[in-house]
């Protein structure tokens, strides 16, 4: 059994599945023409989110018996017609969803209390107090939209906080409310002063944040995204950002990650990104929220459990 693993994940998965007899081949710097050519080869491969599985990638791939992403999102993937061809695609989203949790907590933590913004402007010898007067968590209303993995860890997170937790999932037709109470999205709208986002991205999640959704908010509200930048609409987020009605911004992620200028214009993606960046009521990373050491382990592990279920 060959598998073909094109991007970098913890080693413990390689090792475990050549102890079981599986061969496997690594390309991090794999061409998708040069995978296009090859893939029929193989009877697994291991992504992560930088390698496309599209139709032709699938229709090349006539011995492929297993798709493995490591993560969460599948959306570089056509599960469909992977489906349809009698591949299995699996991924692990229960191997990250602490440290997304801890991240998503950390940046809201940070934003209310100004850490990044007073930070910067210590360091250039500006010191103000009472313009950077915080603001406690203590007695917000968080509104979780998707309650999958993620969502349970970041609201178990704030559980100790005094913080009173809602949840909106449309897929969940059963939810533990240990840490978060079920709730509508309107009642999201209605009450909550901090909306994150644990969904996946589809055709009905594309740009879910949007001007009508935002508008519709009764409060300001600070926004936190974890999950994939193409949730937000950036534009849309700018003018809340602009008129106050988002109050502030934790992004991990943002839709241009992997978009090219020739699918953008330039002045639109330029005035909108410069914005961002200088907002002191912003704070961006570059997804690295579900990044921990520990998590590359999991991914791993969890992976390789499912891979044997697959195959053997």
């Known amino acids: 059994m060959k598998i073909l693993i094109v991007d970098h994940i913890h080693p413990l998965l390689i090792e ?52 493995a992403r490591a993560g969460s999102g599948m959306e570089n993937i056509n599960v469909v017609h992977a489906y349809n061809k009698g591949i299995v695609c699996i991924n692990s989203p229960e191997g990250n969803a602490g440290p997304v949790g801890e991240h998503a907590l950390g940046m809201l933590l940070s934003l209310l209390h100004n850490i990044t913004k007073s930070h910067i402007e210590v ?27 993620t969502g349970p860890a970041f609201a178990e997170k704030l559980s100790g906080m005094g913080v009173k937790v809602m949840a909106y999932d449309k897929y969940r037709t059963r939810m533990p409310e240990k840490f978060a109470r079920r709730a509508t999205m309107q009642q999201i709208i209605n009450k909550a002063d901090v909306l994150s986002l644990h969904v996946p991205l589809t055709d009905e999640t594309m740009h879910l944040v949007n001007d ?52 953008l214009n330039v002045e639109h993606l330029d005035s909108n990104w410069e914005y961002l960046t200088k907002s002191r009521n912003v704070i961006l990373t570059p997804h690295i929220a579900g990044q921990s050491n520990e998590s590359m382990k999991r991914h791993a592990e969890i992976l390789f459990k499912k891979i044997l279920k697959v195959m053997m």
């Open 16 to 67: 475990n599945l050549r102890k079981k007899g599986f061969s496997c081949d690594e390309d991090y710097d794999i061409t998708y023409n040069k995978a296009l050519h090859i893939i029929k080869k193989y009877d697994g491969l291991v992504i992560r989110s930088r390698f496309i599985v599209d139709i032709k990638m699938i229709d090349a791939a006539v011995s492929l018996k297993f798709v």
């Open 212 to 263: 009508d959704l935002i508008n519709r908010f009764k409060k300001s509200f600070w926004l936190i995204n974890t999950s994939r930048g193409d949730v937000v609409d950036t534009p849309a987020l700018v003018r809340g950002l602009k008129s106050g009605k988002v109050k502030g911004a934790c992004l991990d992620v943002n839709e241009y990650e992997h978009q090219t200028l020739n699918k």
């Open 123 to 149: 360091s250039d010898s500006i010191w103000k107090r009472k313009e950077n007067q915080t603001t406690e968590i203590l007695g917000l209303t968080v509104g979780l939209i998707g309650y999958g993995h």
